[in-house]
């Protein structure tokens, strides 16, 4: 059993950013691959990025590439997802999520473990 817990979220203008934190916690963290995926209002729950246990491979989604970047510290069980020139369509509620099967690259029906999620509010 895997306890994924977020922090980080907020409400910020466009243009500017936030970093988001995901503490784990049971089932040894650094052999999971990570990621992020986010849910706007009406839509489905989306795969943002993900980064492999060791840490050398990451993947996003096109919407964030060069803005979004994705790491982890293996020794404090965290992973980040630091997020710069935020746009109003980042808006939604993010959700770490864990998942021992795949190397980098993850979906919302593989995943072995969700956090219960942080709400991230852009504003124009």
């Known amino acids: 059993q895997v306890q994924l817990v977020e922090s980080g979220g907020g409400l910020v203008q466009a243009g500017g950013s936030l970093r988001l934190s995901c503490t784990a916690s049971g089932r040894p963290f650094s052999r999971s691959t990570m990621g992020w995926f986010r849910q706007a209002p009406g839509k489905e729950r989306e795969f943002v990025a993900g980064?492999?246990?060791?840490?050398?491979?990451?993947a996003y989604t096109d919407s964030v590439k060069g803005r979004f970047t994705i790491s982890r510290d293996n020794a404090k069980n965290t992973v980040y997802l630091q997020m710069n020139n935020l746009k109003p369509e980042d808006t939604g509620v993010y959700y770490c999520?864990?998942?021992?099967?795949?190397?980098?690259?993850?979906?919302?029906?593989?995943?072995?473990?969700w956090g219960k999620g942080t709400l991230v509010t852009v504003s124009s």
């Open positions: 999520a864990a998942d021992f099967h795949v190397t980098v690259v993850m979906t919302s029906s593989g995943v072995d473990y």
């Open positions: 980064i492999s246990w060791i840490g050398g491979s990451t």
